[in-house]
């Protein structure tokens, strides 16, 4: 699969999607399950479909164009599928591919990002300093800068952007409670403690899944956030504008299909157990990506 050329029209487009279609999400792993699962419960009667490339995780660490490439052929792989829209649930991916995705699909696909959620840590932070945790590639992209410099600047506000390129492999190899993991979180975030920090802005899907073990170390003094609640509810405001929210009178439980590039799906068949709230039903399958 090679990747997409904004610059040339869709070849071979697919048929306009139709309400019992799938909701497709893409992250570069494990860590986008954080979104699925709000986008779940929030819109219970949809099926879901999630990519996970796990072959090339993590994301952070790669240059810009790399991550434009990878991000293109995760999204064709969901639109060749079926899908009805598209959730970009990486922050890194998010701040290098929006534009020319939407632009390359129109609006028969639409496609959602993420960017952290540093707006309500402006709004409600107390000491007039939140952080930022995210990825080296994530402060690198426009999106969370432009919130910085046109929100938090003219609130005041300062923002700490703290980065790691560790934290991505405790989630995805299950071990964000381990003593390698504690110490990493401590390490990194203890200084935004002590610089007066009263809110922290988790800028990376996996993030969410390391909550247990920051509020292990910190207890109060953080208060928490991500994006994956917003993000569930513009999903649905989208899916109600393009008249494409299934409504089906049966009350199953949500099902989220995930499908993984690097061949590991019996390996992280055991972390999902732990990631994913018994209510909600998935399975996990390997796909080859040429």
């Known amino acids: 699969m090679t990747a997409i050329d904004p610059l040339h029209p869709l070849i071979d487009p697919m048929p306009k999607a139709k309400a019992d279609a799938p909701i497709g999400i893409f992250d570069s792993g494990i860590g986008g399950l954080s979104v699925a699962q709000e986008i779940a419960r929030h819109l219970p009667k949809e099926r879901i479909l999630y990519y996970a490339d796990t072959a090339h995780v993590p994301y952070g660490p790669r240059d810009d164009q790399?991550?434009?490439?990878?991000?293109?052929?995760?999204?064709?792989?969901?639109?060749?599928?079926?899908?009805?829209?598209a959730v970009v649930a990486c922050n890194t991916a998010s701040a290098f591919s929006l534009d020319y995705l939407r632009e390359h699909y129109g609006a028969d696909f639409p496609i959602i990002?993420?960017?952290?959620?540093?707006?309500?840590?402006?709004?409600?932070?107390?000491?007039?300093?939140?952080?930022?945790l995210a990825t080296p590639a994530t402060f690198r992209g426009k999106l969370i800068q432009e919130v910085i410099q046109g929100f938090a600047g003219p609130a005041q506000v300062k923002v700490i952007a703290v980065t790691s390129l560790d934290l991505v492999p405790f989630v995805e190899s299950g071990a964000q409670m381990s003593a390698a993991c504690l110490a990493t979180l401590k390490e990194i975030l203890q200084p935004v403690v002590d610089q007066g920090a009263d809110y922290l802005v988790l800028g990376c899907t996996h993030y969410p899944f390391l909550k247990a073990a920051i509020e292990s170390i910190f207890g109060q003094k953080l208060t928490l956030i991500?994006?994956?609640?917003?993000?569930?509810?513009?999903?649905?405001?989208?899916?109600?504008?393009?008249?494409?929210?299934?409504?089906?009178?049966?009350?199953?439980?949500?099902?989220?299909?995930?499908?993984?590039?690097?061949?590991?799906?019996?390996?992280?068949?055991?972390?999902?157990?732990?990631?994913?709230p018994s209510d909600l039903s998935w399975n996990i399958h390997n796909i080859t990506v040429e």
């Open 66 to 85: 790399n991550i434009r490439e990878l991000t293109a052929q995760a999204i064709e792989w969901l639109y060749r599928r079926g899908c009805k829209i």
């Open 226 to 276: 991500d994006s994956g609640v917003p993000v569930a509810r513009q999903t649905a405001q989208i899916l109600i504008k393009n008249e494409l929210l299934f409504e089906n009178d049966q009350n199953e439980i949500a099902r989220i299909e995930c499908y993984v590039s690097g061949n590991n799906a019996e390996r992280l068949k055991v972390v999902l157990q732990h990631l994913i």
């Open 113 to 132: 990002g993420l960017v952290p959620a540093l707006k309500p840590a402006v709004l409600h932070t107390q000491s007039k300093t939140v952080a930022v």
